[in-house]
């Protein structure tokens, strides 16, 4: 079992839709993110969860809206997207701490497509 | 000003030979500094970490870290056609801030 999973890995919606992507990590870390990569920019931060609570809001748009139950699964809520938006969303975890932050554990991503 | 700014390549190195990767910053305070690997449609991979002035490294791959100059660089010996892959580097922006910046990314291709 991978370390970092993502669900869908793949997802078409329209502008008008409502989706969720899914992230579960097996790797006991206490820290989750989320990014958005897109061609030519670098990786975007978007969100950072520690400890269950959201500590990083990167000014995203409100139509992401990020969801974190527990220490082990994030959700990524999707509602009336842009075209623009379309990219790979990439989820990571860490453990917690100033030394491990940047030891980011990616999953596989959920390439988004907004028609 | 980009942040954390390398050269987009791509990069075209015989195999065998070695690769030189570059990435410079512009935060004086930065602490963390790190290389990810990216193969194409897949997602990053750390593949070093370097905290302190000097060399640092790890089979075939060494990482130099310059705080006074901010640049930091990856040498990947002995290249392998398997090394080919967009490399990209990190930096935690100023201490006790965890947020991770990373640079665009360069496009390496081991030549065989």
């Known amino acids: 079992e991978t370390g970092v999973t993502q669900t869908p890995r793949h997802l078409v919606m329209g502008m008008t839709n409502k989706k969720s992507l899914k992230c579960e990590q097996h790797?006991?870390?206490?820290?989750m993110y989320w990014y958005k990569q897109s061609a030519k920019k670098p990786l975007e931060l978007m969100f950072v969860y520690s400890l269950e609570e959201r500590v990083e809001n990167n000014s995203v748009p409100s139509r992401f809206s990020p969801e974190c139950p527990n220490s082990s699964h994030l959700f990524l809520h999707l509602h009336t997207l842009q075209p623009e938006d379309s990219a790979l969303y990439l989820c990571?975890?860490?453990?917690?701490?100033?030394?491990?932050?940047?030891?980011?554990?990616f999953g596989e991503g959920s390439r988004l497509t907004v028609l | 000003q980009k942040e954390v700014e390398q050269n987009s390549g791509p990069l075209s190195v015989p195999e065998g030979a070695i690769a030189s990767l570059n990435c410079t910053y512009s935060?004086?305070?930065?602490?963390?500094f790190f290389w990810y690997r990216q193969y194409s449609g897949k997602s990053p991979e750390l593949i070093m970490s370097?905290?302190?002035?000097g060399d640092k490294e790890d089979g075939r791959f060494t990482a130099q870290l310059n705080k006074a100059s901010q640049y930091v660089s990856l040498l990947i010996r002995d290249s392998q056609p398997s090394d080919s892959a967009t490399y990209l580097c990190a930096v935690t922006s100023s201490f006790g801030n965890e947020k991770l910046t990373f640079g665009t990314g360069t496009r390496l291709t081991i030549i065989p």
């Open positions: 790797l006991g870390h206490n820290a």
């Open positions: 935060d004086r305070v930065s602490q963390s």
């Open positions: 370097i905290y302190s002035n």
């Open positions: 990571a975890s860490s453990q917690d701490g100033l030394d491990m932050a940047g030891e980011l554990f």
